[in-house]
């Protein structure tokens, strides 16, 4: 992107991500962590910054958003309002995606350039898993290369002192390919502190045998899959990851998916369109893997799923995305 040619007033637009496990949360492996997951077109957010001399927006719960990148940037302040939103801690990672629009919103609106990667550790972002962030830059399905497991242990090492964990696989996915996303009325999933201490527990206790099954999973089917473009592999193998992965995650979560999700999963996963289904990070949304053209009747799928489960909630249709963020100044 050029820089911006005086401060002015800038918008960020991003999309949801889906995250479909890890590759290893056991302290017995030599590396940690590892995300899997995929850049979504939508539901999506977009940010519009302009200088200020104090911290304001029009949406409460994006304003520490915004006095953090003010922060960051050692900047006198912005006002910033958000057009377009998703709903936080179900499965979206819509903390990551707010943190770093408004970080390069706030950024170019005072004509200086940030660098997501970098500026991510210092925001809280990016710690775990560095699907959110990869995906921002560049969207598409992405692998990262996690942490080595002596330096990100069961707890996170002290703030400023790693990176987000690159990106070692990357593909754009075909755009005839959807995910019908089931969003049930259900208590959002677990962030904060509540998070980071589930999250100590499972890898302190996880069994590094699963994560050897992810490893054979990861390159004899799912890359293959992908590479391949082959969606009937590519939505199988995803939602065995996210079984594997729901087996670290059991006592934690209430079962290898979170309530109601695993009925959920079932029932949409018994639809001859929809060739995998799985759970989004802590949930509670609910993915099913489809094509545009069997899109209608995927939500069909997703809607007896909701009723068969006795749950009310949205269901959406989404595209792949496979850029990243972007910028428009005014």
């Known amino acids: 992107m050029a820089a911006c040619p005086k401060p002015g007033m800038v918008t960020v637009e991003t ?23 995929v850049a979504l077109r939508s539901p999506r957010i977009a940010v519009t910054a302009e200088p200020a001399s104090t911290v304001s927006c029009d949406d409460p719960a994006v304003e520490p958003f915004v006095a953090d990148a003010v922060a960051a940037m050692g900047v006198d302040g912005a006002r910033v309002s958000v057009s377009e ?30 660098d997501a990667r970098t500026v991510a550790p ?7 898993s560095g699907v959110g ?21 069961s707890s996170p090492p002290a703030e400023g002192s790693w990176d987000v964990p690159r990106p070692m696989v990357r593909h754009d996915l075909p755009s005839s390919w959807r995910f ?11 962030s904060g502190e509540a998070e980071d201490q589930s999250m100590r527990s499972v890898v302190e206790r996880a069994d590094p045998g699963i994560a050897d099954d992810i490893a054979q999973l990861l390159t004899r089917r799912l890359l293959p ?3 391949e473009r082959d969606i009937a592999e590519f939505g199988a193998a995803v939602a065995r990851l996210g079984r594997l992965n729901g087996a670290w995650y059991a006592d934690e979560q209430g079962g290898v998916y979170r309530p109601p999700a695993g009925q959920l999963i079932d029932t949409l996963g018994d639809s001859p369109v929809v060739y995998g289904a799985g ?36 269901v959406e249709v989404a595209a792949p995305r496979n850029r990243g963020a972007t910028l428009e100044e005014s």
Do not use: I, M
């Open 15 to 37: 999309g949801a991500r889906l995250h479909f496990g890890f590759q290893n949360l056991a302290l017995a492996h030599e590396r940690l962590y590892g995300g899997v997951g």
């Open 85 to 114: 939103r998703f709903d936080r801690h179900v499965g979206f990672g819509s903390g990551t995606q707010f943190a770093l629009a408004t970080l390069v919103a706030v950024a170019r609106a005072h004509d200086e350039y940030a």
């Open 122 to 128: 210092e925001l809280g972002r990016g710690g775990r």
């Open 133 to 153: 962030v990869a995906t921002f830059e560049n969207g598409g399905f992405v692998v990262d290369a996690g942490h080595p497991t002596e330096r990100f242990t």
């Open 180 to 190: 019908v996303l089931v969003r049930p009325d259900a208590a959002t999933g677990q």
């Open 225 to 227: 899959a992908v590479a």
């Open 279 to 314: 759970q989004s990070s802590w949930g509670p949304t609910v993915y099913g893997v489809t094509r545009a053209e069997t899109s209608d009747e995927a939500t069909a799928a997703a809607r007896r799923a909701l009723d068969d489960a006795g749950s009310t909630g949205a």
